[in-house]
């Protein structure tokens, strides 16, 4: 809900019109993959002019809530329901039952996930991470690379840094799958036992590889998500990097009125 | 970072030149308000097609590293410092040295704060905010819609709702300014404590009346994010909802490995 909502009175007419189309659309009353009434349609209905019909429509796609087809109209999109991320999805209780952080998220999504490995070996640390790590920039670490889908749909893209001292007695966590729970408990049968978790959250629009990488439409925005995973000695043993498709996630996050 | 910089041996000559200039704009030696070298400039340094400069330059473009002006080139954009958001910012100590959480933070982030009230007064409650203070949609709340400055820019649009019933004898919450501690201050002296905050955090483009409040270009990134604020009894008394440009803020969030 955009906060200009509040004094709607003073609202222009194709807003009002696109909220009412937005109002339709999310009471179901206009389904997802229906056809949007054609501009003369909405002409009508309004009593409005052809370029007041123009610009609630523009408002609707950029609200990402119809999709345009040249020569055939626009339709509704079918939103997935978005994938909830909250701090217990690295509760310790779900590594110990086995399960990833990502699995134990999907499953409360309603959608079928799968992950690609893309990439693990040693590589250069570039500098925002090697910073986060404490390492002087283009410090060798193990970089883990994945993208994650929802029933079959890029979602995500998460790049993994460990120190390399870190890694180098853990053989699990240089293999395509680190095993049951991931690589934090990996890290923690090996006495790397972690404190907290800090995430540094911004939004922009995709680049061109991420567009590629994400099948987005140019233009589209992302999350891009910056995790420190810190032991109980102050280390940060990782530094995770994931760059997300924004309309795909809710990122939820709690924490107490302290003094 | 883009993810994407893990396998750079594969990568596009144009993402490497667009990641060349990126370096030289992120290490100063290209300075803010710098123009950027010309197209045939760029040709002659990197020994490439005029395609591969104009498509690296739009890389450039879309990250926000420059700005392109018809006729005159492309400039490197002063970046304002960004603001980080941390929970932090809800300590009860601040609240207690009379600083309301914007203040507390702008502080810190070396800009100018201003803050501008647009409403206050009896509203309907939306939807999502009605659902959230666990109200029936249209029921009436007090909204408090600000617009906050940073150096005169503005970065965010918030609107607050909160319970009639809480706030009917809270004269202070109805005025312009709530007093020292901002709203949540007179919430605790009046008997609703404070245990904790929750936040939801999503991106999207901005609709037309954003970009138009926060003084956007079309097609420029947000940020949503609507926050609970929970008291002891396990009862939500307010509910906050923001819409910040994006490339004004990074979110900074802390949480526990816990069991």
């Known amino acids: 809900m955009a906060s200009g909502e509040v004094a709607s009175s003073a ?26 009434p054609s501009e003369a349609e909405l002409i009508q209905r309004y009593g409005v002019a052809s370029g007041t ?9 950029t609200a990402q809530l119809i999709e345009t087809y040249h020569g055939r109209g626009s339709f509704v999109r079918s939103r997935p329901p978005v994938q909830r991320k909250s701090a217990d999805r690295f509760r310790r209780t779900h ?3 086995g399960k990833a952080a990502y699995l134990a998220e999907a499953e409360a999504s309603g959608g079928v996930p799968s992950v690609t490995v893309l990439f693990v070996g040693p590589t250069a640390a570039p500098p925002e991470i090697a910073d986060r790590l ?5 410090t060798q670490v193990l970089a883990r690379k994945r993208r994650y889908f929802r029933d079959g749909v890029p979602t995500e893209e998460a790049t993994s840094y460990l120190p390399w001292d870190v890694v180098k007695d ?3 966590v240089f293999a395509e799958n680190p095993g049951g729970g991931g690589i934090y408990a990996r890290l923690e049968e090996h006495g790397h036992s972690l404190a907290e978790f800090t995430e540094s959250v911004r939004a922009r629009l995709a680049t061109k590889p991420e567009t590629k990488a994400l099948t987005l439409s140019p233009g589209a925005p992302v ?10 000695d102050g280390r940060v043993v990782e530094v995770c990097d994931t760059i997300m498709a924004a309309d795909q996630f809710v990122l939820d996050y709690r924490f ?3 003094d």
Chains 1, 2 share one sequence.
């Open 11 to 36: 609202t222009a007419k194709y807003l009002q019109i696109a909220a009412d189309l937005a109002a339709q659309i999310k009471s179901g009353a206009l389904a997802p993959g229906a056809i949007v």
């Open 134 to 138: 404490g390492l002087p920039a283009g």
């Open 95 to 97: 590594r110990q039952a």
């Open 53 to 61: 019909v123009r610009k609630a429509v523009a408002e609707l796609r």
């Open 256 to 258: 107490p009125a302290r």
């Open 223 to 232: 999350i891009h998500l910056v995790r420190d995973a810190i032991t109980t």
């Open 170 to 172: 853990i053989p699990e």
